[in-house]
């Protein structure tokens, strides 16, 4: 499972899943090419992408089982956003 800050309201990209154009906000964007140019590949569920968000009811039903979605995973990964200089900084003294 996927979790994220979602950032601005409006999606600003699409991206392309299995032959279909689908909106996201600018953070999981970030993400995709981030995982994408980290050489990251692996099966994710990422709700906006999972839920279709036109579907009222499927969004309705979808949001009361996300807690057993995350609960039942076997990782989670969170993405806050990118680091500015500061925070990556932080995180190397931390390390």
């Known amino acids: 499972s996927f979790s994220y ?3 601005d309201e409006a ?3 699409n991206i392309l899943l299995n032959g279909c154009s689908i909106p996201v906000r ?3 964007h970030q993400f995709l ?3 994408r140019d980290a050489g990251w590949y692996m099966n994710l569920w990422i709700d906006p992408v999972c839920i279709n968000q036109d579907d009222k009811a ?3 039903q979808q949001i009361g089982i996300m807690g057993t979605v995350y609960s039942l995973a ?3 990964l969170i993405w806050l956003g990118r680091l500015s200089h ?3 900084m ?3 003294e931390i390390r």
Do not use: D, F, I, M
Request: hydrophobic share 30%; net charge negative.
């Open 5 to 7: 800050r979602w950032g």
């Open 26 to 28: 600018e953070n999981l």
């Open 86 to 88: 500061e925070e990556y």
């Open 11 to 13: 999606p600003v990209s």
């Open 90 to 92: 932080a995180l190397e």
């Open 33 to 35: 090419q981030h995982a």
């Open 58 to 60: 499927e969004k309705t």
């Open 74 to 76: 076997s990782n989670v």
